[in-house]
């Protein structure tokens, strides 16, 4: 089964895996229950930024409605690798693009995102009473 919520700790161990201990990315992503494609994203981020970019995402990315465009334009128009725009545009993961893109082939307008997800613990709902 795959499941890619890791710990920052292994997310490292898994990466260091790859790069130092020159295993591939199918070998480390079956031993350890993981989709290829988040390997990968993993160690993109931490050879642009180091172990931070191993760090669990506590809030959603912040992607402008004109940097969307020119991510999903640079793959279907300059036919771009899918690889090489996550990593020009530095975008989360390949998953978050491949999602611009099909809402944009299907016609749906590409708009910013942001703002964080809501930190709120969620409660028992109760309801409504009047006083």
Same mark, same amino acid.
């Given at each position: 089964?795959? %499941? ?14 790859? $790069? ?49 465009? %020119?991510? @999903?334009?640079? @793959? ?5 690798? $899918?690889?090489?725009? @996550? ?8 998953? @978050? ?5 099909? *809402? ?18 969620? *409660?028992?709902? %109760? ?5």
């Amino acid at each position: 089964m795959i %499941q890619n919520k890791k710990t920052f700790e292994e997310r490292l161990f898994l990466v260091e895996e790859i $790069i130092e201990r020159k295993k591939s990315n199918y070998r480390v992503a079956k031993e350890n229950g993981v989709s290829k494609m988040i390997l990968r994203d993993w160690v993109r981020r931490y050879k642009a930024v180091g172990p931070d970019g191993l760090i669990p995402f506590k809030t959603r990315m912040h992607y402008s409605k004109e940097v969307k465009k %020119q991510a @999903v334009e640079a @793959v279907l128009i300059h036919e771009e690798r $899918i690889s090489d725009v @996550v990593k020009k545009f530095n975008i989360s993961a390949h998953t @978050v693009l491949r999602g611009w893109i099909k *809402g944009y082939t299907s016609g749906k307008e590409l708009k910013s995102t942001g703002g964080g997800l809501s930190t709120m613990p969620k *409660g028992k709902k %109760q309801p409504f009473k009047r006083d």
